[in-house]
């Protein structure tokens, strides 16, 4: 099993990006799932969370308001679409699969993918 990141690239303050997260095996409709980021220097964070249903959404307060996702079971695959992007949302974007535990804990999520950067110019 393994998931995908890609759709980063380089994007004016303002602008809009989706990424897209794709995971291979049968199973993958049956995991929440999570993206988080890394900016340079600092410690990787929670972005958002989605339920294997998609039902049920949650947000960084960072984030709220400007970043949705979705998933399609179909597809495999999980996205996050950035809108009224910021500088500051700046970093290497990860997709992971939830675990257990804690919902924007890293420790909570058991497989990762390798991260795309996004970078917005002021």
């Known amino acids: 099993v393994q998931l995908q990141a890609f759709g980063g690239g380089l994007v004016q303050a303002g602008g809009s990006l989706r990424l897209s997260c794709a995971g291979s095996?049968?199973?993958?409709?049956?995991?929440?799932m999570g993206w988080f980021r890394q900016a340079p220097g600092r410690e990787r964070e929670f972005v958002a969370f989605v339920q294997w249903s998609g039902g049920s959404k949650l947000y960084a307060n960072s984030v709220k308001g400007r970043f949705t996702i979705s998933r399609d079971n179909v597809k495999n695959t999980v996205y996050l679409q950035m809108n009224s992007l910021k500088p500051e949302d700046t970093a290497v974007y990860y997709c992971a699969r939830y675990y257990s535990g804690t919902y924007y804990l890293e420790a909570s999520y058991d497989l990762w993918g390798q991260g795309t950067q996004v970078t917005v110019s002021s």
């Open positions: 095996g049968r199973t993958f409709s049956s995991y929440a």
